[in-house]
């Protein structure tokens, strides 16, 4: 089994900076790929960034040029550093893991979901 912690998030004003945090831990043999997801209240999870173990990347056009994300550790740790925040990025963040805990058995794996709220 693998569990994934989250941290980071918060109350921050329109224009400011955030940066979330997920470790990753348990019985994990890969990973090849994390991501960020975020969902609002009355919508659909929806993706916020992506990153594979060969270093390609994906942004949601919204947030291209504002958030980054970035991993450590191979892909054990995952970060997203969000700028210039604006309200419309309120939403709970979830970090998304897809390991493998053995040479032929992967799945997904969700952390808890962290709460970012902008506004002034």
């Known amino acids: 089994q693998v569990q994934l912690v989250e941290s980071g998030g918060g109350l921050v004003q329109p224009g400011g900076s955030l940066r979330l945090s997920c470790t990753a831990s348990?019985?994990?043999?890969?990973?090849?790929?994390v991501g960020w997801y975020c969902q609002a209240p009355g919508k659909e999870r929806e993706l916020v960034a992506t990153?594979?173990?060969?270093?390609?990347?994906n942004y949601a056009d919204s947030v291209k040029g504002r958030f980054t994300i970035s991993t450590d550790n191979g892909l054990n740790t995952v970060y997203l550093q969000m700028n210039s925040l604006k309200p419309e990025d309120t939403a709970v963040y979830y970090c998304?893991?897809?390991?493998?805990?053995?040479?032929?058995?992967?799945?997904?794996?969700w952390g808890q979901g962290t709460q970012v709220t902008v506004s002034s």
């Open positions: 348990g019985s994990i043999f890969r990973i090849v790929a």
């Open positions: 990153r594979t173990a060969g270093h390609s990347t």
């Open positions: 998304n893991t897809r390991a493998y805990t053995s040479p032929v058995q992967w799945d997904d794996y």
